[in-house]
């Protein structure tokens, strides 16, 4: 059985590695000039753990948003997305995207290896830039996080249903060897 205290220390070191990887990446896009928006200076990021009823990451990175208003939509949104792709089952909430709805593309499934066939499943969100940024960052993040490849099953099937290939290759041109 795993103690208590061994299994907060490890959540905290997760939370504290993913949101590093998440800023690092962020200041290498903007500082790009990669994104499409030079007022979205900020967004937000959820990770949650599939089985987990609240996320384990809800932060948000960067400077600062458009408003208020912005600030506490994506907020919002952030955590709608990663809800709606685990409930569906879906590999990105890009799927069961309806903008009328306001639901939005932003959240991806990552799986991670953790061991003797053993695999966790875990929600990243990003929202705060456009549709396929927040995307594209997820991807971006869940790769660095848990050492996937561009190549890896589940990303080419998110990469597939949004057509995203692109702009994620155009990330990781100036990601890829510095984080």
């Given at each position: 059985m795993v103690k208590p205290e061994f299994f907060l220390r490890e959540n905290f070191s997760f939370s504290v590695r993913v949101q590093h990887i998440a800023s690092d990446a962020f200041v290498i896009i903007t500082?790009?000039?990669?994104?499409?928006?030079?007022?979205?200076?900020?967004?937000?990021?959820?990770?949650?753990?599939?089985?987990?009823?609240?996320?384990?990451?809800?932060?948000?990175?960067?400077?600062?948003?458009?408003?208020?208003?912005?600030?506490?939509?994506?907020?919002?949104?952030?955590?709608?997305?990663?809800?709606?792709?685990?409930?569906?089952?879906?590999?990105?909430?890009?799927?069961?995207?309806?903008?009328?709805?306001?639901?939005?593309g932003g959240s991806i499934k990552a799986s991670a290896y953790i061991g003797v066939g053993w695999f966790q499943d875990w929600g990243i969100s990003v929202s705060g830039l456009t549709e396929l940024e927040d995307e594209a960052l997820a991807i971006i993040i869940a790769m660095k996080t848990f050492h996937l490849s561009v190549k890896n099953s589940v990303i080419q099937e998110i990469l597939d249903k949004s057509q995203n290939h692109e702009l994620v290759q155009n990330f990781l041109k100036y990601i890829h060897h510095k984080l």
């Open positions: 500082e790009n000039g990669l994104l499409t928006h030079a007022d979205r200076k900020a967004f937000v990021l959820t990770v949650q753990l599939y089985g987990l009823g609240t996320p384990m990451v809800k932060t948000i990175i960067g400077k600062s948003f458009p408003d208020a208003e912005f600030r506490q939509g994506c907020w919002e949104l952030s955590e709608e997305k990663v809800r709606r792709q685990i409930t569906n089952g879906d590999v990105s909430s890009y799927c069961s995207r309806d903008i009328e709805k306001r639901q939005y």
